[in-house]
């Protein structure tokens, strides 16, 4: 594991939520968790996996979670954000159709209960979805049992009542095809449907509650086990989910958590009904400052350059009337702005509040890596070397070259423990004959001494320099401090035993492999390799270039450099035509036709 996902994974909640696998930025599976941090971090254990589950550990580098407020909730997030990303490692779910809804037709005169396998824009009411038929049935059979809408087909009003059906023998039906019920009272009773179903139910739980105990106190047992079912049925599955709304609407919820120094703003996307996705925005500086002040400032940037949603909930606003004129302004259409107290859209705030909460607790574990690695790894690393404080900038150095040629020193900076890339530089080494890193050093040093002790716009001096080796290359660097006359700490590190070696002492220092003064260290080391690898593999090729066209009789010196200049490299040579070598300035067509013959073969060699 690197360095990221432990860290997200030591500060995994144990919450319900989704969380997204990642390689290099690209969406590798999503799953479903009751609890975050006991899924998630069951991928990395040592237990063993499947072939499947295996090939997508070895590939991961990161992950996302979006908390959710139900599993029901993360169970329908994990349906959307599959059908978003599409990752190769997932199957592909089942279609919303396969999980069940109530639907109440409330635009019919006299509404019916029924159960939805799909929403529709048909202008009924729809509330779910519920995982699993046998659930939803209880549900429905309470809900007919306390609230006896009709279930039937029957057009109603009808031209001449009908004799009732059973449903209205059992209790379950007011009867309105027999006009046993005015379409005024039968409302009411849908009303009151509607509002169970949105999450006002504890009063037919209060009510179920006290039958219980009626039916206790009447030893009618089987009764009071019935209703005791009915009510954790209720509770169970009546759960609000924020995941998929029944409503074809578009909204951002945004909400912002603070710890007294930095915010951290959320904000939910939902589309045509759907939550689709989430993305936090780190506010620095921001953490103490009233909360309405907070958003008034983070929604005009954060709609700058895209448009609202047809309704933008927010936890908090300073001037709501203005907002709203001017992102109707922005989007060229209606938008509601909400800043909602209660009901469904505070729990949609609470949950963008909860995920912001989240991620602004990973970013200051996250910040507080970072200074452990550079700040804090400085001052350790100024006691291992025995400096006075710790050092602000330090240069590294790396020779690279093959068997002597082409042969590079790299050296790299870094301030307060991050690269300073704009400062890094290369020398070209001159004056030393084969392979001999030692002696390289010393020249790559003593010309960056000179460049500090230069009168005009002289080099900034290092607090300390890495170099990469153990004793042999220290002492040439010193050599080359000490003739220039400066005083510029130095050290070694060898690779083999990651060993620090210090002027005048005999034996390394050795830090402890997790200590972060030696990944520190490590680092500069590192990336000083790696830029002198790459500056030497780019004079390797231009030399490579060099001796091939060196070889065509009739290229000299500035033909090369007006062939390079066109086509950049010698690939780009090699893909042009006769016509078009020629037409390069100071070429010829004879020479061009010798350079071509040369890079491909004569075509009539063969015949």
Request: net charge positive.
């Amino acid at each position: 594991m690197n360095e990221t996902l432990r860290r997200k994974i030591a500060l995994l909640p144990e919450r319900p939520g989704c969380y997204l696998m990642k390689e290099r930025g690209e969406v590798l599976y999503i799953g479903k968790a009751v609890n975050l941090a006991s899924r998630v971090r069951s991928y990395f254990s040592n237990q063993p996996h499947s072939a499947k589950v295996q090939a997508l550990v070895d590939r991961v580098d990161d992950f996302d979670i979006i908390l959710a407020a139900t599993n029901l909730e993360a169970l329908v997030l994990e349906s959307n954000l599959i059908k978003s990303h599409r990752p190769y490692y997932n199957i592909k779910l089942m279609d919303d159709k396969h999980y069940p809804y109530i639907r109440i037709s409330v635009q019919e005169a006299f509404p019916r209960l029924t159960v939805a396998r799909r929403v529709e824009n048909d202008g009924a009411r729809y509330f779910g979805p519920y995982y699993g038929t046998a659930a939803i049935r209880q549900v429905t059979g309470i809900l007919r049992r306390t609230f006896p809408l009709r279930t039937c087909k029957l057009p109603l009003p009808g031209q001449k009542a009908t004799r009732p059906c059973l449903s209205y023998e059992i209790g379950q039906c007011p009867g309105p095809c027999a006009g046993l019920v005015t379409q005024e009272d039968y409302r009411a009773l849908v009303e009151e449907v509607i509002a169970f179903l949105k999450g006002r139910y504890k009063p037919v739980v209060q009510r179920l509650e006290k039958e219980m105990a009626r039916a206790a106190r009447e030893m009618q047992f089987e009764r009071a086990a019935e209703l005791r079912d009915s009510i954790k049925d209720i509770l169970g599955l009546m759960e609000q989910q924020n995941a998929l709304q029944t409503a074809f609407v578009d909204q951002d919820v945004i909400a912002a958590a603070q710890d007294g120094l930095d915010a951290m703003a959320q904000v939910l996307f939902i589309r045509g009904g759907k939550m689709l996705d989430a993305q936090a925005f780190a506010l620095p500086r921001e953490g103490a400052e009233p909360l309405r002040e907070v958003l008034d400032g983070f929604l005009p940037q954060f709609y700058e350059d895209r448009l609202p949603a047809r309704e933008v909930i927010v936890q908090a606003l300073g001037d709501q009337d203005t907002m709203q004129a001017w992102l109707r302004e922005k989007r060229g259409g209606a938008v509601d702005v909400v800043v909602p107290q209660r009901g469904d859209k505070k729990r949609l705030v609470d949950n963008a509040l909860q995920n912001a909460a989240d991620a602004l607790r990973k970013r200051n574990a996250r910040a507080q890596v970072v200074h452990e690695r550079t700040v804090g790894a400085s001052r350790e690393l100024a006691e291992a070397l025995g400096l006075p404080a710790a050092p602000r900038r330090i240069e590294g150095f790396d020779i690279s070259n093959t068997q002597g040629a082409q042969s590079v020193a790299g050296m790299v900076v870094f301030v307060d423990g991050e690269p300073a890339r704009k400062e890094y530089r290369y020398f070209n080494i001159k004056t030393v004959e084969g392979a001999n890193d030692p002696a390289s050093l010393a020249e790559a040093l003593t010309r960056r001494f000179r460049r500090a002790l230069l009168p005009d716009k002289p080099w900034l001096l290092p607090d300390v320099i890495l170099v990469d080796g153990g004793p042999q290359q220290l002492a040439y660097a010193l050599r080359a401090r000490d003739s220039l006359g400066l005083s510029v700490p130095l050290f070694g590190l060898a690779e083999r035993l990651e060993e620090i070696w210090l002027p005048g002492k005999e034996a390394p220092v050795v830090l402890d492999r997790h200590s972060p003064a030696l990944h520190l260290v490590q680092r500069i080391r590192d990336e000083a390799h790696r830029f002198g690898v790459t500056r030497h593999r780019q004079l390797r090729g231009k030399a490579s270039i060099r001796s091939r066209l060196e070889e065509v009789p009739g290229i000299g010196p500035a033909r090369r450099r007006a062939l390079l200049a066109a086509f950049r490299s010698l690939q780009g040579i090699k893909e042009a035509d006769v016509d078009s070598l020629a037409a390069v300035p100071g070429m010829n067509r004879p020479a061009a036709q010798a350079l071509y013959e040369a890079l491909h073969g004569d075509p009539g060699a063969d015949a």
